[in-house]
């Protein structure tokens, strides 16, 4: 702009001599393209967020919480399971190349770039442009980071045994056991403890729960000497005395 046209100047600067007040442009100058932070972005995003948490609760009404029974420290046979969100790093640590002298792999290493990638993600793709299409990196690497853990979660979802998920972790009922008894002397003395339990409640892959089950004993003699299942035969190597003292203690506790 040539001088004399309307813009004065000071000395030989551009810098205009009046000074207008430091006000942004009002948001109706851009429609449909902004809003004003406070209050109409947070109203909208407390709005989204109280029908979430309003949808939770009503799911943890309808349907509470699977509780399992008390941890057991010595029960080897358990096996655990993570929570959702994390199955798919449960199932990498399952792969030949991520588990055992490669265990760093899977739990330092992969997981270790994944997360760099999202905090240097801001300097790697700095593009103006918002479409998909025109972020080719950015886009690459979110689809195939969600196609991973979709892959994987349904893998280990897939391949986990529920039913037997749900009995090692089944609440049973608290049974009285008379340690006393002649029965359990034989019980304890035998190699019984190790795979039903210290009161007859079982371990989850070695043993099931003796009580409840409703064995005379004829068949607890027979499931003793000839054994059942994953239960070898001559398991028991007392005398027919204690055979009969354990088959009527067993058979007692099988009706509670």
């Known amino acids: 702009m040539h001088r004399g046209k309307g813009m004065k100047f000071v000395g030989d600067s551009r810098v205009s001599a009046e000074r207008k007040p430091n006000i942004?442009?009002?948001?109706?100058?851009?429609?449909?393209?902004?809003?004003?932070?406070?209050?109409?972005?947070?109203?909208?995003?407390?709005?989204?967020?109280?029908v979430f948490l309003i949808g939770f609760l009503c799911l943890t009404i309808a349907h509470p919480s699977p509780l399992e029974r008390i941890a057991d420290p010595t029960d080897t046979g358990y096996i655990p399971l993570p929570d959702w969100y994390f199955l798919f790093l449960y199932q990498l640590l399952k792969y030949t190349y991520?588990?055992?002298?490669?265990?760093?792999?899977?739990?330092?290493?992969?997981?270790?770039?994944?997360?760099?990638?999202?905090?240097?993600?801001?300097?790697?793709?700095?593009?103006?442009?918002?479409?998909?299409s025109k972020r080719p990196f950015a886009t690459g690497f979110m689809l195939l980071a969600f196609a991973a853990i979709?892959?994987?979660?349904?893998q280990a979802v897939d391949m986990h045994d529920w039913a037997a998920a749900e009995q090692q972790g089944k609440i049973t009922k608290a049974v009285?056991?008379?340690?006393?008894?002649?029965?359990?002397?034989?019980?304890?003395n035998q190699s019984c403890i190790g795979c039903h339990g210290e009161n007859l409640?079982?371990?989850?892959?070695?043993?099931?729960?003796?009580?409840?089950?409703?064995?005379?004993?004829?068949?607890?003699?027979?499931?003793?000497?000839?054994?059942?299942?994953?239960?070898p035969a001559n398991a028991f190597d007392g005398s027919d005395e204690d055979l009969d003292k354990l088959a009527d203690f067993v058979s007692e506790m099988a009706k509670k």
Do not use: C, Q
Not at 100 to 109: Q, S
């Open 98 to 132: 991520t588990s055992g002298p490669y265990n760093i792999l899977g739990t330092v290493v992969i997981p270790g770039l994944a997360f760099g990638g999202l905090m240097l993600a801001p300097f790697i793709d700095r593009g103006p442009e918002r479409r998909p």
């Open 24 to 50: 942004p442009k009002d948001y109706s100058e851009y429609p449909g393209k902004t809003e004003a932070f406070w209050p109409d972005f947070l109203l909208k995003e407390w709005l989204v967020g109280a």
């Open 150 to 154: 979709f892959y994987l979660t349904w």
């Open 176 to 188: 009285e056991v008379d340690k006393e008894a002649e029965g359990y002397k034989v019980y304890a």
């Open 201 to 231: 409640e079982g371990k989850s892959g070695i043993g099931p729960a003796l009580v409840g089950t409703g064995h005379t004993p004829e068949e607890v003699k027979e499931i003793a000497t000839k054994g059942y299942k994953k239960m």
